[in-house]
């Protein structure tokens, strides 16, 4: 049983990088093994994310894209599948970027996004599922964040956010829908949801439950420091993954010049 455990772990194709974990941020693999994230681990496809009351979770994603997550959140990588060769550099997206998935599920807290690559050419490929709506993206950075009696830090006059989804859109927009119907939202703009059968409600004002979705400032230095470390190590092995094609290449080309294949 952990020889099948091992195997499967090792078929999970990794999604994400941990940028920072502050807290205790728990990860359940598609298997049931859990584990503690800590800064520079792997995520991967499959696996549900948990952070503790004040517990921040960092992630960029393998197609440049990055997600934070907010204390007492639950977040699903439901599906994640990246080909870096259907992206080449100044050209336009191949094929193989059509096979390509971004598949979330938020189901309890919040989240900051902004979109990688998956998803900019071939929209359905990107999708975040919530309790009472879905998220497709045009280009985004965006906020979410799902009330569900769970919103007693945000009180304004004495009152806590009431219950329902709360987005705003900081770059780009996004496309909201539910079985009410669907909403494009651009940035500066807010959108609340009650349940998944009413219709999805523009508000005039930023929503109080938003005021604080960002990485608090104590943690942005040790995130921005982690980010050029990991960002360096990552563009290291990429050049010794060339070197070792380029090597393969040669000797192929060696051998068949010798008549060896």
């Known amino acids: 049983m952990l020889s099948l455990a091992a195997g499967f772990a090792c078929a999970a194709e990794p999604a994400a990088t941990v940028i920072l974990a502050v807290g205790s941020v728990s990860d359940r693999a598609a298997d049931g093994s859990l584990r503690n994230l800590h800064d520079g681990m792997l995520v991967y496809s499959g696996d549900s994310l948990s952070t503790a009351g004040s517990a921040w979770l960092d992630m960029d994603f393998d197609d440049g894209g990055r997600l934070l997550l907010r204390p007492g959140s639950q977040f699903q990588i439901e599906r994640f599948h990246y080909d870096a060769d259907a992206h080449p550099a100044n050209a336009t997206p191949t094929a193989h970027a059509e096979h390509e998935s971004a598949f979330f599920r938020l189901l309890k807290?919040?989240?900051?996004?902004?979109?990688?690559?998956?998803?900019?050419?071939?929209?359905i490929s990107y999708r975040m599922d919530t309790p009472v709506a879905t998220i497709g993206i045009r280009g985004t950075e965006y906020d979410v964040r799902y009330c569900a009696s769970d919103c007693g830090d945000e009180m304004e006059h004495g009152a806590v956010p009431t219950n329902g989804l709360y987005t705003?859109?900081?770059?780009?927009?996004?496309?909201?829908?539910?079985?009410?119907?669907?909403?494009?939202?651009?940035?500066?703009?807010?959108?609340?949801?009650?349940?998944?059968?009413?219709?999805i409600e523009s508000l005039k004002l930023p929503p109080v439950a938003l005021r604080h979705m960002g990485l608090p400032t104590q943690y942005q230095k040790q995130d921005d420091a982690?980010?050029?470390?990991?960002?360096?190590?990552?563009?290291?092995?990429?050049?010794?993954?060339?070197?070792?094609?380029?090597?393969?290449q040669m000797r192929h080309h060696l051998q068949r010049a010798h008549g060896g294949g």
């Not at 980010?227 to 092995?237: C, D, H, P, V």
């Open 109 to 123: 807290g919040g989240l900051r996004a902004i979109s990688g690559l998956i998803g900019h050419v071939y929209r």
């Open 168 to 199: 705003g859109v900081d770059k780009g927009a996004i496309a909201l829908s539910n079985q009410a119907g669907e909403t494009i939202t651009t940035a500066g703009q807010y959108l609340y949801v009650r349940d998944v059968r009413t219709p």
């Open 226 to 248: 982690n980010r050029k470390r990991f960002e360096n190590k990552k563009l290291m092995e990429q050049r010794l993954r060339e070197r070792r094609r380029l090597r393969m």
